[in-house]
């Protein structure tokens, strides 16, 4: 199984940009898709995640301006980020929890960090 994450770059503030994660390999179920940040020295932080039945939960810091959304078809989870603060600069990580196989037991993987720097 392997999560590729996209969509990372240099944005100024108040801007925009687009992150998404795809999953491929063995899968034969996802339950929850998400993001994580971590910020240089700290641990990795939960900023969104989306269940299967597209219930979303977001950290307070970004509520109101990053909005998570999954294409269950494509194994897709994506994060949109608005209004973009330099306080939000981090490598983002995106994770899914899935079942190679009917029975499986839940597997928590990760997709490599994609850099997002928010700098005037």
């Known amino acids: 199984v392997q999560l590729q994450a996209s969509g990372g770059g240099l944005v100024q503030p108040g801007g925009s940009l687009r992150l998404s994660c795809a999953a491929s390999?063995?899968?034969?179920?996802?339950?929850?898709m998400g993001w994580y940040r971590q910020f240089p020295g700290k641990q990795r932080e939960l900023v969104a995640v989306?269940?299967?039945?597209?219930?979303?939960n977001y950290a307070d810091s970004v509520k109101g301006r990053f909005t998570i959304a999954r294409d269950n078809a494509k194994n897709t989870v994506y994060l949109q980020m608005n209004s973009l603060k330099p306080e939000d600069t981090a490598v983002y990580y995106c994770?899914?929890?899935?079942?190679?196989?009917?029975?499986?037991?839940?597997?928590?993987?990760w997709g490599q960090g994609t850099q997002v720097t928010v700098s005037s």
């Open positions: 994770q899914a929890t899935l079942r190679i196989r009917a029975g499986a037991t839940l597997y928590f993987y």
């Open positions: 390999g063995s899968i034969f179920s996802i339950n929850d």
């Open positions: 989306v269940t299967s039945g597209g219930s979303t």
